[in-house]
């Protein structure tokens, strides 16, 4: 992915709410389906990290990058986004 296309998937994302929360448990099995599932239908998705979770924010974007099958775009404060295109040319909804 080039800048170019990170700034604007980050733009999209800055307006976008968080469809999914990580909190103490860190990532679990039933997180990891939900983001994926959340991803596949929009393709663009922004996660709250909570204060209680200490683990290494940019880390936990990758693990999640890399079990959805998806590329991280940001890691921004406590947020993190994913980016993930359609399968299918034709229902892609974010055209890069």
Known sequence: MTSKQ?????????????V??????????????SVSEAIEKRELIK???????FDD???L???LAERTQSELVQVIGRK???????KDPKDRKIEL
Request: glycine share 4%; charged share 20%.
């Open 47 to 53: 996660i709250d990290v909570n204060k209680n979770c």
């Open 6 to 18: 990170r700034s604007v998937l980050m733009s999209l994302a800055s307006k976008l709410e968080p």
């Open 20 to 33: 999914a929360h990580i909190g103490k448990s860190s990532i679990t099995p039933e997180l990891t389906a």
């Open 57 to 59: 924010l940019r880390e």
């Open 61 to 63: 974007g990758n693990t």
């Open 80 to 86: 993190i986004v994913l980016y993930k295109p359609a």
